[in-house]
T-cell receptor, first 114, second 114 residues
């Protein structure tokens, strides 16, 4: 069974500082990997996804993530955080074969300080 | 292109009642998945429908059921509501079944059971 761990429940970053949100997954083969963002009271918006190929993927809003197979990680990064980035971020994994659902991590709440 | 539409946005029900939630996927999308989101358990997969057939089911009691219509719209039903069913219910649509097609989420239905 697949699983996702997001070790940080909350992270506070100063506006303009860099950001890295951690995600570790457990899956027997190469998975599909996703990062979603959720603003209060809203649904999930896809930031980026990794299916195969280049391990550094670019997403919307200036986010990027790097797939590291040896570490089973898919960390999300942004070089300069804006106050509007404050939200909850979810990492998710999906299987590449068969019918597949997404398994989500518990999320990391990002707080941006002025 | 219209996104995923979930109705109603908010619901308050009494224990023991039943409730029906609706999801209209993006035009052309044939797969609809449902997730329950709570502060304690995070995002948990309920079920997926594709071409009017349930393709996958999560670990929820039989009180949770769903269906999909020929136009791909989906409904989920929860009978004999319990306080613990209070949650944000998210619907996600996808072009086809399988994680590689990606999922677009609706804004959710907030269910409160009193």
């Amino acid at each position: 069974a697949q699983s996702v761990t997001q070790p940080d429940i909350h992270i506070t970053v100063s506006e303009g500082a860099s950001l890295e949100l951690r995600c570790n997954y457990s899956y027997g083969a190469t998975p599909y990997l996703f990062w979603y963002v959720q603003s209060p009271g809203q649904g999930l918006q896809l930031l980026l996804k990794y299916f195969s190929g280049d391990t550094l993927v670019q997403g919307i809003k200036g986010f990027e993530a790097e797939f590291k197979r040896s570490q089973s990680s898919f960390n999300l990064r942004k070089p300069s955080v804006h106050w509007s980035d404050a939200a909850e971020y979810f990492c998710a994994v999906g299987a590449q074969t068969g019918y597949s659902t997404l398994t989500f991590g518990k999320g990391t709440m990002l707080l941006v300080s002025p | 292109k219209a996104g995923v539409t979930q109705t109603p946005r908010y619901l308050i029900k009494t224990r023991g009642q039943q409730v029906t939630l609706s999801c209209s996927p993006i035009s052309g999308h044939r797969s609809v998945s449902w997730y329950q989101q709570t502060p304690g358990q995070g995002l948990q997969f309920l079920f997926e429908y594709f071409s009017e057939t349930q393709r996958n089911k999560g670990n929820f009691p039989g009180r949770f059921s769903g269906r999909q219509f020929s136009n791909s719209r989906s409904e989920m039903n929860v009978s004999t509501l319990e306080l613990g069913d209070s949650a944000l219910y998210l619907c996600a649509s996808s072009l086809e079944t399988g994680a590689n097609y990606g999922y677009t989420f609706g804004s959710g239905t907030r269910l409160t059971v009193v």
